[in-house]
């Protein structure tokens, strides 16, 4: 076993070793280089599915051992659940919209005594292709909706067929007991070419601004497909990111065509493709999921502050991944974000995505995660926490316990952590503290 | 029009010389409206243990009899019982043909006719069990709460009139049991001419068979067959009720039936349901500003659950011609619609959302007896179920519990939907009875039955659907079966018999290798064989033993074989789920003196269960993908008890425990699984029904009866999701008790009831989180006459 003052140790030797730009590197994505926080109290919060239902499991410490789904969960209602985290207030936001019926929104913090307790129950109405937090606010949106008017009756296009421009927000307030309230806006002509957007993404910029990726397509047939909420996409080769303010008023549009679009897309799911960095630089990212796109897929960035995208900095991910595109972006420390690529140099709606990678955005360099299970042992892995610098992954592999993996993002290396017996799967894994 | 009461009628008295060496006695049994053949008709000695049943033919035959003067006593379901002498002369068989009459009324062996679908059931050699659904006929039950007091058998339901209601049989459901209505599948008469909105007078006879299916009844089905059997007697008659409840419920049906004598009969039933269902619930409420729930649970009452069906059946042909015994022309025309109140957690509630449906059933029967050849009977039915159901969702509002709403900015409360889906299915079932020689009985049956489905709406199920959702696919499934059934005598008889399955599936694949979808159309198909025994003795005429057996297969969906076209794949090369069900049966059925008897009955199943079709869904492959996967085993026991005190008293019960556990060790990965040998989760396991009913004859003068009833269901509480698994939700213990009142005028000519549901207004689950109705009244009157 090496401990974590070893790794350290062991990293910075390796970073002595190499050039300055690859030391810059190390340095960008070790926590240690940074403050050191003091660690609140709390628990971590896991989300485990079983063969029948969904269980919430409170874990002290996910660097090792077994924990067991029997007698010490907490069966949910419904299963199925999207969570995410929030640091402050530190909550946990279970999501949840089920075909064709309303979802029971859950909220989850630390009691005093340590223990995780559900402190409030919503209802979420409409669906949620993408989410994140937002000042005071858990934030989801769901594009593809039908407008209608203050009688309730469909806008409809020129053509004579309802619009679906429209994009439903859910705010869902933290700090009033999860107190909901939807909002809609219409996206027709956004860009200004004529088009409506899907959003992907949210970004609290910290300044009552978030910044979300923009799908613009032309409107989704109606005729035809349903799942995805954006129709035919005319401007493969172009990004664009909006920046709303908290009554969802546009404050200006970030665009560029030097990437395609930022999102990441399965089933009806826009995954989020945007992320900021420690020092509040937004590192906006690009799959390029259409085929028809001639970008490869990378990386911009909006300096913090700025209202367009850095023409200094461009980052061609593909080039570095051997072809691999990636599908999910989550931000690990510092400019360090892990990344889930598909497993085939061929994007399609079906591939499957279980490899990963750090990538420092920084020094613009990508390794491969090493010490997890091979991508085509890996049956699910779930929402990872970024704590204490290091990334917290749930991982299932073929005929094994799901497990959290820690991955030191310098070294791009993970250890197994915690098991979890019983379960077939974990969703998801966040830290709350008290 | 001279109207009258039962009859019983003798037809002949004809000793003839047929054979030397012992004496015997046989003859033929038909009904005396139509003259038709009765099969599996009990015909005892009395006095002795000696008996047998009817064949297909309606024959009997009773050999090595004593010589010298008998009592012969033959009872049949719904039939009132004969009992009539015979002179047995020395070496030689003695004829005695017999017809009998419709019992329901009867006045005669009362004892036996209350018990004759016990003894109907008896003379199979299947673990069948046969409901006189005739019985019920003054009650306002459905077809599901009839078959809710079967043993073995549970009615689960999501509300009040016009729910979801899943039947479960021995612990299977959903695809595992099929349906049928006189021998052809039920499937594809769409929702609204279904058994849960059916009354119970549209039937004579419900048989419901556990695990082991006879041929007659073509279905790849795991866990056993309902069949419900309408009345094929010709006769005239006008049968007209109407019941009027709480929650706004009114139930009416009306059946005529005309029969002339050259054969021409015309049966006409048409009935409604309508109920507002608007029972009061325990939930959390909704607060339209926060869109939070309350952490307490207030009374509702329900806002938006109106439900009301609406269906004509009718029945013409002609009989006992040269050319055909009978042929007879159906056409069932029925619609349905249901405001939908809430989702499958109580607590999400919809003001708008509702639901329609309709469907049209053309059918034709043929019958043919000595066929060509003497002994060979032919039985050809057909039928075609045209369904069209609708979906809606279209208000841009968020209701809660109070019936409040809040405008949205968007349409749709749960999903904006208009769907329209069309169900097109066709049946031929073919049927040839052949009896060479005595003893020998070869039966040979197929059912083809075939589907499409189309989906015309493309705001329904937006969050699935994709080109694909809008192409025609057909499914095509063809059953075979061939039994052979030996019977040497009244006191034995044993049958063997095989199957063939085929499936042919044709649909939209996605053949795409890129994030943009493409479909062709592809074709699969799939095969299999299966094969049971079943045999039956009978020590004395109180005792029977029975023992079944089947192989019993599902075969894959054609979702299975194909995918959901978008982000599934199928896989041609699926195992069907396949079953080893077994059955062990004992009953006793014995009077003492004029007025006591008993009937016992104990039932005991096996059931091995394997290669599940499940839906997996795995990140290294993508989507999601079907695989055969589990092991199921059941080992349970049904018992029904029942005591009759002649015609004034009866009091029974049955009661069911069925030990249903997974015996899958090792997840599909290879890892073990915590919940081996748990017992499968959201399954009744420990349930029963107790009734008892009181009689009181010529009440107010001759011909008028009295009647109470109480009739009490108990389901034991069980585990929503695995117990190993922690699962710490349940479904709480049910105990309901109901009771009616039924004066009944003139022998059951004019009958008026009164029935109480749920009397101690319990709080009733048969789902988590969906509440049943509590108390409720309802009040019925029938009128029920018939040309002799």
């Known amino acids: 076993m090496i401990n974590k003052t070893d790794r350290k140790t062991l990293s910075r030797t390796i970073a002595l070793g190499c050039c300055v730009c690859m030391s810059l590197a190390f340095a960008a994505c070790d926590k240690d280089n940074n403050q050191p926080e003091p660690e609140k109290p709390g628990a971590f919060f896991l989300s485990v599915t079983g063969e029948s239902a969904e269980y919430i499991l409170r874990v002290d410490n996910p660097e090792s051992g077994t924990a067991s789904i029997a007698g010490n969960s907490k069966t949910l209602e419904l299963s199925g659940y999207t969570w995410i985290f929030n640091e402050d207030p530190s909550v946990a936001v279970g999501l949840i919209y089920r075909q064709g019926d309303p979802g029971i929104g859950l909220g989850y913090t630390v009691a005093a005594d340590g223990a995780l307790q559900e402190s409030g129950q919503f209802q979420i109405s409409s669906r949620f292709t993408s989410y994140g937090f937002f000042d005071r606010y858990a934030l989801t949106s769901v594009g593809g909706q039908t407008p209608v008017d203050a009688q309730g009756n469909a806008l409809l296009d020129a053509g004579g067929n309802a619009r679906t421009d429209a994009v439903t927000f859910n705010f869902i307030d933290l700090r009033s007991g999860f107190a909901l309230q939807e909002k809609t806006i219409t996206t027709l002509n956004i860009t200004g070419n004529g088009e409506q957007a899907t959003f992907s993404g949210i970004v609290d910029m910290g300044n009552g601004e978030f910044l979300t990726g923009l799908v613009v397509s032309q409107p989704r047939d109606p005729n035809a497909t349903g799942g995805a909420s954006s129709g035919t996409i005319t401007y493969p080769d172009s990004v664009w990111v909006a920046a709303f303010d908290g009554k969802l008023g546009l404050k200006r549009i970030y665009r560029d065509n030097r990437i395609s679009y930022s999102s990441g897309r399965f089933r009806s799911q826009y995954y989020s493709q945007i992320g900021k960095a420690d020092n509040g630089d937004v590192y906006v990212f690009s799959g390029s999921y259409e085929t028809t796109s001639s970008r490869p897929c990378g990386a911009l960035r909006i300096s913090k502050g700025a209202t367009a995208f850095d023409p200094a900095y461009y980052f061609n991910i593909e080039e570095k991944t051997g072809g691999f595109r990636f599908r999910k972006v989550w931000h690990i420390s510092a400019a360090c974000f892990l990344l889930e690529l598909y497993n085939d140099l061929a994007v399609s709606a079906t591939g499957a995505a279980t490899q990963y990678g750090v990538a420092d955005m920084s020094a613009k360099t990508f390794k491969w995660v090493t010490g997890i299970p091979a991508k085509d042992k890996i049956t699910a892995t779930g929402l990872p926490a970024a704590y204490g610098g290091k990334m917290y992954f749930p991982i299932t592999a073929q005929a094994a316990d799901p497990a959290i993996y820690i991955i030191d993002p310098a070294a791009a290396t993970a250890v197994k952590g915690l098991s979890v017996t019983g379960a077939t799967g974990i969703n998801a894994i966040g830290r709350l503290t008290q | ?788």
């Open chain 2, 1 to 788: 029009m001279h109207l009258s009461g039962k009859f019983l009628c003798l037809l002949m008295l004809l000793p003839a010389t047929v054979c030397a060496n012992a004496q015997s006695l046989g003859g033929t049994v038909t009904d005396c409206e139509g003259r038709q053949p009765l099969a599996g008709v009990s015909v005892r000695i009395a006095g002795t243990s000696g008996g047998t049943a009817t064949d297909a033919n309606g024959q009997y035959h009773i050999g090595n009899i004593g010589a010298g003067l008998h009592t012969l006593e033959f009872s049949f379901v719904g039939m009132a019982s004969v009992r009539k002498e015979v002179k047995a002369e020395r070496g030689r068989q003695s004829v005695l043909n017999v017809c009998m009459d419709e019992g329901a009324l009867g006045l005669g062996e009362i004892v036996v006719a209350a018990k004759s679908p016990v003894q109907h059931v008896r003379e199979t050699s299947f673990n069948v069990i046969a409901l006189d659904a005739k019985v019920l006929h003054n009650t306002s039950l459905d077809l599901s709460h009839a078959l809710d007091r079967i043993s073995g058998v549970k009615l689960r339901e999501t509300g009040g009139m016009g729910s979801n209601a899943q039947i479960s049989l021995n612990g299977f459901s959903g695809r595992h049991v099929k349906v049928f209505m006189d021998g052809l599948p039920m499937e594809g008469f769409g929702s609204s001419f279904r058994l849960n909105n059916i009354p119970v007078q549209l039937a004579d006879r419900i048989e419901v068979y556990k695990g082991v299916i006879p041929v007659e009844l073509g279905a790849d089905a795991l866990g056993g067959a309902i069949n419900i059997v309408t009345s094929h007697r010709r006769r005239t008659y006008v049968d007209a009720s109407y019941s009027y409840g709480s929650f706004n419920t009114h139930k009416s049906n009306l059946s005529v039936g005309l029969a002339a004598k050259n054969g021409f009969f015309v049966r006409f039933n048409a009935y409604q349901n309508y109920s507002d269902n608007s029972y009061r619930v325990k939930t959390r409420l909704l607060n339209l500003e926060t869109n939070s729930y309350s952490a307490e649970e207030y009374w509702f009452r329900r806002f938006h659950d109106n439900y009301h069906n609406e269906a004509v059946v009718v029945k013409a042909g002609v009989a006992e011609k040269p050319w055909a015994d009978r042929l007879q022309f159906e056409f069932t025309v029925s619609r349905e619609k249901q405001d939908i109140q809430n989702a499958n957690l109580m607590k999400i509630v919809y003001g708008g959302r509702e639901r329609s449906g309709r469907s049209l059933i053309p059918g034709i029967t043929y019958e043919k007896r000595n066929l060509l050849v003497e002994n060979l009977n032919l039985r050809l039915a057909a039928n075609a179920g045209l369904a069209r159901n609708n979906n809606t969702d279209t208000l841009a509002r968020q209701y809660n519990w109070r019936g409040e709403y809040r405008a949205k900015g968007f349409k749709g409360e749960g999903q904006y939907a208009m769907g329209e889906y069309d169900n097109r299915n066709a049946t031929l079932a073919a049927n040839l009875h052949y009896r060479p020689a005595e003893k020998h009985h070869f039966a040979l049956n197929n059912l083809l039955g075939g589907f499409s489905r189309k989906a015309t709406d493309a705001a329904a199920n937006s969050e699935t659907s994709t080109a694909a959702t809008f192409m025609r696919r057909t499914n095509l499934k063809n059953v075979s079966g061939l039994s052979y059934r030996f019977e040497p005598s009244g006191y034995w008889n044993a049958a063997a018999f095989c199957k063939r399955y085929d499936v042919m599936v044709r649909g939209p694949i996605n053949v795409s290798a890129t994030s943009t979808a493409s479909y062709e159309e592809q074709e699969r198909t799939f095969g299999t064989n299966g094969y049971g025994l079943a045999a039956t003795y009978r020590p004395t005429a109180s005792l029977q033993l029975k023992a079944s057996y089947e192989k019993a297969y599902r075969l894959p969906s054609e979702n299975e074989l194909f995918g959901d076209e978008s982000l599934e794949t199928g896989d041609a090369a699926l195992r069907p789920e396949n079953s080893h069900n077994l059955n062990l049966n004992v009953s006793y059925d014995r009077s003492f003196g004029k007025v006591h008897s008993v009937y016992l009955d104990a039932g005991l199943i096996y059931r091995d269960t394997r290669d599940y079709i499940r839906r997996q869904i795995e990140q290294r492959y993508g989507g999601a993908y079907y695989t055969n996967h589990g092991r199921v085993r059941n080992y349970g026991i049904d018992l029904e008890a029942r005591y009759f005190y002649g015609r004034r008293f009866s009091v029974g019960g049955n009661f069911t425990y069925q030990d249903i556990r997974n015996m899958e060790r090792y997840g599909i990965g290879g890892r073990e699984l915590i919940y081996y040998k748990d017992r499968m989760p959201n399954v009744p396991y420990l349930f029963g029904n107790v009734d008892a009913n009181y009689n009181l004859h010529d009440c107010f003068g001759k011909g008028n009866a009295l009647s109470f009833g109480y009739n009490m269901r108990y389901v034991h509480s069980f585990f929503r999701d695995w117990e190993s698994e922690g699962g710490d939700i349940i479904i709480p213990r049910q105990l309901s008790h109901d009771l009616d009142v039924l004066y009944s005028l003139r022998d059951g000519r004019y009958n008026i009831g009164l029935e109480v549901r749920n009397v101690a207004d319990e709080m009733l689950y048969d789902n988590y989180s969906l509440q049943k109705p509590g108390r409720s009244f309802l009040i019925k009157a029938r009128c029920f006459l018939y040309k002799q």
